[in-house]
Each structure stands twice: as structure tokens, then as C-alpha cells.
């Protein structure tokens, strides 16, 4: 029986190793869940800093990382450029139409997109014409948000058929031959009620802050895998090297 025993020992070693790098595994996920449920908190605390905050400057500079001032509250000076609008197919709460990303040239020359608001599509046609737009220098107050390169879920962006499904941004600057574009967006706020916009104007201020952090969940869900791989080994070691009785099979 000796012989026999001896070559079990391979695929003994092997699905112990497998264990360990399984048990291993599963505890390096779950450490990084925590670590990602550390950052997912921090972010959100300082989104809602950011939002509540008086409103400052946008950022200038084409080589800013947008991701360090998402959510910052900004303001804006220029002119909307109106012949250059693309508008961008959105769902809200309002229902599906489109989001008005109109270029807002400042008074440096740069310019910025601003994501005016959302119109429902029997609108699309009027927002196309631009009845009522805004003339001459305007003040933008809104949240900087960064670009959504390539398009939505299972749906890309055709800027040659000027069909868009996300804001992206360097895209969209390039569709309508815009240069010194910033490397972010602004979805303006609702204006005081007294200055609200006719009907069939751009619905702004409906930008959704909402972070999902699940990663609590995660983490506890990959250590608990962690645990059930080594009490699975634990288990199959004691059986596997307990004393056997006269007759067992080894």
C-alpha cells in the first residue's frame, strides 16, 4: 500500500497548492474592497462638500485632470456658441429626449462645454432651431463633471452621423471644429424660479449625485470565501492523514 500512497502525494501537493493561492486570492480581494470602500467614502464626502460650496472659477488649461474636480461647483463667463449645439440622447427622471451640450467661449478664448439641460423629444426639433436661446455674455453656474468617452452601453457614439449617447467631450469638440476646448463639461443649475426658461427650454439642474457602495458586501463576501476554502482543506487534511482503521481505502 506503501507505493499507492506515495503517488497520491502529487495531486495532493497540487490541490494543496491550489488552496492556498485560492485562500490567498480570496483574502487580496477582499483587502481591496476595503481599500475601494475607503476611497468610495472619502469621494463622497468630498462630493458633497464640493456641491453645497459657493461656487468658484473653472479651471483652465487643457491638461487638468478632470477626476480631481468632479463635482466642483463652478462658474462660468462667455458666450454660448448656439450653432455648434450637439444634443445627446439621455434618460431622466423626466423620461428619455436629450441633454443640450452647447460651447460656451470664454472671455480667454477657450471654451467649455455646458450641458444646458435636457429636453424632451418633441422638443428636439425647436432646441435644433434654437428658438429663445440666450443671446450675448451669459453667467453659467454648475457642476464639473468629466467627459464620457466612447459612448453608453452597447451603444457608440457616431459623430458622422451626429448621433451621440454619451458627452464626450474631445469628440464632440472635434465633430463641430472646436480648438482650445476644456477637457470637461459643466451641467448648469436650475435657475431661480423667477428666471426660469419658457417652455420647451433645456430642463437643467438635474444632474444625479449617486455613488453605489456595495464594496462592504464585496469584501465580506470574498473573506468568507477565503474561510470556506481553509476550512475545506482543513477538512480534507484531518481525513486525509487521521488513523485509519484495518481495511480503509488510502
Do not use: C
Request: charged share 25%; net charge positive; hydrophobic share 40%.
Amino acid at each position: 500500500m506503501a507505493p499507492r500512497t506515495a503517488r497520491r502525494w502529487p495531486g495532493r501537493l497540487l490541490w494543496g497548492a491550489l488552496a492556498l493561492l485560492a485562500f490567498i486570492g480570496f483574502l487580496a480581494l477582499g483587502q481591496w474592497q476595503l481599500e475601494r470602500r475607503a476611497w468610495k467614502l472619502d469621494l463622497i464626502e468630498r462630493v458633497e462638500q464640493r456641491v453645497d460650496a459657493p461656487p468658484v472659477a473653472a479651471p483652465a488649461g487643457a491638461d487638468i485632470d478632470p477626476q480631481e474636480y468632479e463635482y466642483l461647483r463652478v462658474r462660468l463667463h462667455g458666450e454660448f456658441l448656439h450653432q455648434r449645439e450637439t444634443l445627446v440622447q439621455a434618460s431622466t427622471v423626466l423620461g428619455s429626449g436629450y441633454w443640450v451640450l452647447t460651447p460656451l467661449r470664454r472671455q480667454d478664448g477657450t471654451t467649455v462645454l455646458v450641458n444646458r439641460g435636457f429636453v424632451a423629444p418633441e422638443n428636439r426639433q425647436r432646441a435644433q432651431r434654437r428658438e429663445g436661446e440666450p443671446r450675448g455674455p451669459v453667467t453659467i453656474t454648475g457642476l464639473l463633471r468629466s467627459s464620457e468617452p466612447g459612448g453608453a452601453f452597447l451603444r457608440d457614439n457616431a459623430p458622422e452621423k451626429d448621433r451621440w449617447y454619451s458627452r464626450d467631450v474631445a469628440a464632440i469638440a472635434k465633430a463641430r471644429g472646436l480648438d482650445r476646448v476644456a477637457p470637461y463639461f459643466v451641467d448648469a443649475e436650475a435657475p431661480p424660479l423667477a428666471e426660469g426658461g419658457g417652455a420647451g427650454q433645456p430642463v437643467s439642474g438635474l444632474t444625479v449625485i449617486q455613488f453605489r457602495n456595495n464594496h462592504l458586501v464585496y469584501a465580506l463576501t470574498w473573506f468568507m470565501l477565503a474561510l470556506m476554502v481553509a476550512g475545506g482543506a482543513g477538512y480534507a487534511a484531518r481525513e486525509e492523514f487521521r488513523p485509519r482503521r484495518s481495511g480503509d481505502p488510502r
